[in-house]
Nanobody, 127 residues
């Protein structure tokens, strides 16, 4: 049974930084793609960043150049370094994993398409 546990959310002023972490367990093989989605109040969940088992990455246009996704396979941990945060980055951030390689499809994949989800960590950015 796959488990994804996020941490690192919090409140920060615009221009600040946060690093999210997601500790994964229960993977049956190493070929999972992983990523971060977020959901702002009243909005649909959207893909933020993704990374596949080979290390290829993709980002939403709104975060490209400000956010960096990475992983430490030895620690089974996924990270999202978020710099130059804006109020519109506010939302619940979810760690996600799937054997389907959704990295090339981050802009179009939906919640229903992906199998494993964490419970989320809240990020609040004030102006």
């Amino acid at each position: 049974q796959v488990q994804l546990v996020e941490s690192g959310g919090g409140s920060v002023q615009a221009g600040g930084s946060l690093r999210l972490s997601c500790v994964a367990s229960g993977f049956t093989n190493s070929r999972y793609s992983m990523g971060w989605f977020r959901q702002a109040p009243g909005k649909e969940r959207e893909g933020v960043a993704a990374i596949d088992d080979a290390g290829a990455t993709s980002y939403a246009a709104s975060v490209r150049g400000r956010f960096t996704i990475s992983k430490d396979n030895a620690k089974n941990t996924l990270y999202l370094q978020m710099n130059s945060l804006k109020p519109e980055d506010t939302g619940m951030y979810y760690c996600v994993a799937d054997l389907f390689d959704f990295v090339p499809y981050l802009a179009t994949v939906t919640s229903d398409d992906l199998e494993e989800w964490g419970q989320g960590t809240l990020v609040t950015v004030s102006a």
